[in-house]
């Protein structure tokens, strides 16, 4: 395997590990300091550490659907690893290797929580809009995506991505 590709891959799996660490850590902090107690006011009627057991998806979609969720996770996983492979090591696709780290770390950091306890922590909540409450892991997936879709529309051609998708088109052989 060239270094190229090797430290790739290697940035890859620790990037997505540290991000791991961090959302475990954080989750794990908040069950010792926040539940069962009292929320933490940060900014006053603005932002708090509220502790949530969270069974189902954001805005509280699909309770106790663990199943469902741990399914379509490793789904994601595998296809994650798949379009990781195909990822040029040119310069341009470092955004694009970037991405998948966050939402790998994401999407396993919430696994972990539905796999272990059969709920997810959450902890983050921004009172003044009365927004969902959410962890690390649901913070790396919202940027990831959203950095996906700008680059997507500003930054790379549809032809740019096409090399990405790990399926043949219709009409093509692998």
């Known amino acids: 395997m060239e270094i190229k ?7 890859y799996i620790f990037g997505a590990a540290a991000l791991l660490f961090l959302d475990q850590w954080t989750k794990y902090l908040a069950s010792v300091y926040l539940k069962g107690g009292s929320s933490i006011i940060i900014i006053k009627n603005v932002f708090q550490l509220h502790y949530l057991e969270n069974r189902g998806a954001a805005f509280g ?3 106790g659907q663990k199943l469902w969720f741990v399914a379509i996770t490793v789904v994601m996983l595998a ?15 470092r955004w ?8 790998t770390a994401g999407a396993i950091g ?11 922590i959450d902890f ?14 649901d913070i790396y997936v919202t940027v990831g ?13 549809e032809e740019e991505l096409e090399v990405l998708w790990p399926f043949p088109k219709k009409g093509q052989n692998g």
């Open 5 to 11: 590709k090797r430290n790739s891959y290697l940035f």
């Open 110 to 120: 919430n696994l972990i929580d539905r796999l272990r306890l059969n709920y997810v």
């Open 145 to 157: 995506m959203a950095l996906l879709v700008f680059l997507m529309f500003f930054y790379y051609k």
């Open 96 to 103: 694009i290797r970037f991405i998948l780290a966050l939402l």
């Open 124 to 137: 983050f909540y921004f009172e003044l809009i009365n927004f969902p409450i959410f962890n690390m892991a």
């Open 61 to 63: 979609l699909l309770q």
């Open 79 to 93: 296809l994650m690893l798949l379009v990781y492979r195909r990822v040029p090591m040119e310069k341009k696709y």
